[in-house]
């Protein structure tokens, strides 16, 4: 098997720190929070998300249950046709990324009227059509 050079793991450990970021923001959950359901302080969240730490697998399974996903979507790893669902991946990292888009995605998982998050759906589709997204 070929060595990962340290860049490479760095950078790796950085994309997974910058995906449990975004999931726990996603959540709502604070490092504090997060911190606790791991038995560490929020200081060692801080260091998993900055990629300063690298997460172990045991400690990324705990992290992957307590923000409700599994383990190798933190990896960005995800079923399927790899190419598509990475080009999403990306898209959906960008608009979490911007203020507008992570207060659109935490005001939306507030709505639990589902026909409500359908609607709001068919709309943000249609305005997008000009820019030939669906």
Not at 9 to 14: E, I, N
Not at 108 to 126: M, N, W
């Amino acid at each position: 098997m070929p060595r990962t050079s340290s860049k490479t793991a760095a950078k790796v450990d950085s994309e997974v720190g910058a995906r449990i970021k975004m999931r726990r923001k996603v959540l709502g959950m604070s490092q504090t929070s997060l911190g606790e359901k791991l038995g560490v302080t929020f200081q060692q969240v801080q260091k998993y998300e900055k990629g300063m730490n690298r997460v172990g697998s045991s400690r990324l399974q705990q992290i992957a249950c307590a923000l409700g996903t599994t383990p190798a979507a933190l990896f960005g790893q995800f079923e399927g046709d790899q190419a598509t669902k990475m080009v999403e991946v990306q898209a959906i990292e960008q608009l979490v990324r911007s203020s507008e888009g992570f207060a659109l995605n935490v005001a939306f998982v507030k709505i639990r009227d589902e026909q409500v998050r359908r609607s709001i759906i068919a709309l943000v589709k249609s305005l997008a059509t000009d820019r030939g997204s669906d």
